[in-house]
């Protein structure tokens, strides 16, 4: 029997209407959290006119498929002050920090020489689901040894010792033949979601193949393993796509040597690229929300997973 997401359509087109200055632009890194039976609150990031990113949310049905609310203005705004999120917040997942829900996210802001650096940080929410409070600081940042140049999208996990888990992607370096940067993914531990220890190398790149990786969604499959779904880009010119790893533990993964299982369309909003993964289980079913053209300047749709002899 084999595994595939079935396409069930895009969910959400920022190009047909804007509503607020800071929400012009894309729909990124969508982030789903259930709000009352089948009714989820999607966050995402949008973009104002210079690039910077804020948080919106729309209100979607999942059964029926329906948008049933678009919240007009931004949930979370980047920082009006130097800050490590006062070019914008990039969201990375929905997880539970001392009995509150809270969602990570890549804060960025842009550097003197032109370059940008991505740090890690959460914002946590109410029980109406709007924020509650951003983290003054990141709770994972760069460093000389590890993280030399730039965070990603990241994914906090508590585990069922009620200790944390973080896989995100960093940029360790640039491949000379390509010009292309090397962008890993990496995981880190701690006690209590807040001070983090980097383990370094979670998932091995492949210049050329593999070279440019971001955004892990961990779910787990039938048998308790892990499965990280994750965006990759080649250095050869080609778009982001979506590939999947396994791991029995959450140290050592193995890349699927299946083909992807889910592709670009033939035409539409997602037939250049699909990047940004967020597999989540509602009832029972396995689903995906994605990005498809632009990094997201297209909008986020929604897959399921299904089974074929």
């Not at 990047?275 to 396995?286: D, G, L, S």
């Amino acid at each position: 029997m084999s595994i595939k997401f079935l396409k069930l359509g895009q969910i959400y087109d920022p190009r047909k209407k804007s509503y607020h200055s800071k929400l012009l632009t894309h729909a990124s890194n969508p982030v789903p959290v259930l709000l009352n039976g089948d009714v989820f609150r999607i966050f995402y990031s949008a973009r104002d006119s210079h690039n910077r990113s804020s948080v919106g949310a729309l209100d979607f049905d999942i059964i029926k498929r329906k948008i049933l609310k678009i919240h007009k203005k931004p949930i979370v705004t980047y920082d009006s002050t130097p800050s490590y999120f006062s070019d914008g917040i990039s969201l990375g997942n929905l997880f539970k920090l001392n009995n509150k829900k809270a969602i990570s996210f890549m804060g960025w802001r842009t550097m003197e020489d032109g370059s940008w650096k991505g740090e890690i940080g959460f914002f946590s929410l109410t029980n109406k689901l709007f924020l509650d409070k951003v983290s003054p600081k990141p709770i994972i940042q760069t460093d000389t040894d590890i993280d030399p140049i730039s965070l990603s999208y990241p994914w906090i996990l508590e585990t069922r010792s009620s200790n944390f888990l973080a896989w995100y992607g960093s940029t360790i370096g640039h491949d000379k033949k390509n010009s292309k940067m090397i962008h890993a993914i990496h995981k880190a531990h701690s006690n209590d979601g807040l001070l983090w220890k980097k383990d370094g190398l979670a998932l091995s790149f492949q210049n050329q193949k593999l070279q440019m990786m971001s955004r892990p969604s961990i779910s787990f499959n039938e048998s308790g393993d892990y499965e990280m779904w994750f965006s990759y880009r080649s250095g050869n010119g080609d778009s982001y796509r979506i590939r999947l790893a396994e791991s029995a533990d959450g140290e050592k993964w193995s890349q699927s040597e299946t083909p992807d299982l889910l592709n670009i369309s033939n035409s539409g909003w997602d037939s250049e690229m699909i990047e940004y993964p967020y597999v989540f289980i509602h009832k029972k079913k396995k689903y995906m929300l994605y990005n498809g053209n632009g990094f997201g300047k297209t909008g986020f749709g929604l897959a399921q997973l299904i089974y074929e002899k």
